[in-house]
C-alpha cells in the first residue's frame, strides 16, 4: 500500500497568512494526487485533482503542487472560511490512501 | 444538479450486518465509478472499495475482502455497500463518492459526496 504522510498534523495560522501544507508519497504516485477540504460534521469537498488542476469554484488562492512522491497545497491568504480540516488523496493505485489529514485553525 | 443521498443512520450490534445504500441523481448512473469512503469518530478518511454500476464489477480495499459488499439495483439508481460481522471498530461515518470523470477514467477524483451514514457498532 502506499501510504500517505502530510506536515503538519495542525496548525495555527491567521487571516491573510500563507498556508503550506506537504504530502508525501512512500512510491512515486506521479500526479495522481487530490486534495480535500473538509468541515466538522460534513463530507469532505474536492478542492484540487490531479496535483494542480482547480475544481470549478474553488478559490483561486487554492493551489497545488508537485510530482512524484512531495506535494504542496497552498492557501495564499487565508480566509475565515477555510478554517477546516485539509486531506491529500492519491489515486495511482489500489488501496487508494489518504493522508492522516492537516487541521488548520484560527490563531 | 448531482445528488447523492444515502439512507439514515443505524445502530448495531457486533457481529450483525448493515446495509447503506446510496440513491443517485441528476447525472447518468451506469456513467461514473461509485467509491465508498469511512471515517472513524475524530479520525480521517479510509477508502474502502468502488463499483462500476454499469458492470457491477467492484475492488475492495484487502480490509474489506470477504467481510464487505458492494451491489448497485441500476432500475433505482442505487449503490448499496453491505459489510457483516461488525466490530466496535466499524463505528464511523460511511460516505458513498462519485468520480469526476466518467467511466473510470483518469485522473481519478472524487466529486460528489453523500451525505453520511452513521453506522455504530454496539453492544
Known amino acids: 500500500d502506499i501510504q500517505m504522510t502530510q506536515s503538519p498534523s495542525s496548525l495555527s495560522a491567521s487571516v491573510g497568512d500563507r498556508v503550506t501544507i506537504t504530502c508525501r508519497a512512500s512510491h512515486s504516485i506521479s500526479t495522481y494526487l487530490n486534495w480535500y477540504q473538509q468541515k466538522p460534521g460534513k463530507a469532505p469537498k474536492l478542492l484540487i485533482y490531479?496535483?494542480?488542476s482547480f475544481q470549478s469554484g474553488v478559490p483561486s488562492r487554492f493551489s497545488g503542487s508537485g510530482s512524484g512522491t512531495d506535494f504542496t497545497l497552498t492557501i495564499s491568504s487565508l480566509q475565515p472560511e477555510d478554517f477546516a480540516t485539509y486531506y491529500c488523496?492519491?489515486?495511482?493505485?489500489?488501496?487508494?490512501?489518504f493522508g492522516q489529514g492537516t487541521k488548520v485553525d484560527i490563531k | 444538479q448531482v445528488q447523492l443521498v444515502q439512507s439514515g443512520a443505524e445502530v448495531k450490534k457486533p457481529g450483525a450486518s448493515v446495509k447503506v445504500s446510496c440513491k443517485a441523481s441528476?447525472?447518468?448512473?451506469?456513467?461514473?465509478?461509485m467509491h465508498w469512503v469511512r471515517q472513524a469518530p475524530g479520525q480521517g478518511l479510509e477508502w474502502m472499495g468502488w463499483i462500476n454500476p454499469h458492470s457491477g464489477i467492484t475492488d475492495y480495499a484487502q480490509k474489506f475482502q470477504g467481510r464487505g459488499t458492494m451491489t448497485r439495483d441500476t432500475s433505482i439508481s442505487t449503490v448499496y455497500m453491505e459489510l457483516r460481522n461488525l466490530i466496535s471498530d466499524d463505528t464511523a461515518v460511511y460516505y458513498c463518492?462519485?468520480?469526476?470523470?466518467?467511466?473510470?477514467?483518469?485522473?481519478?477524483?472524487?466529486?460528489?459526496w453523500g451525505q453520511g451514514t452513521l453506522v455504530t457498532v454496539s453492544s
Open positions: 441528476g447525472y447518468t448512473f451506469t456513467g461514473y465509478y
Open positions: 490531479a496535483t494542480s
Open positions: 488523496q492519491q489515486s495511482y493505485s489500489t488501496p487508494r490512501t
Open positions: 463518492a462519485r468520480t469526476g470523470l466518467r467511466d473510470g477514467y483518469n485522473p481519478e477524483y472524487f466529486l460528489h
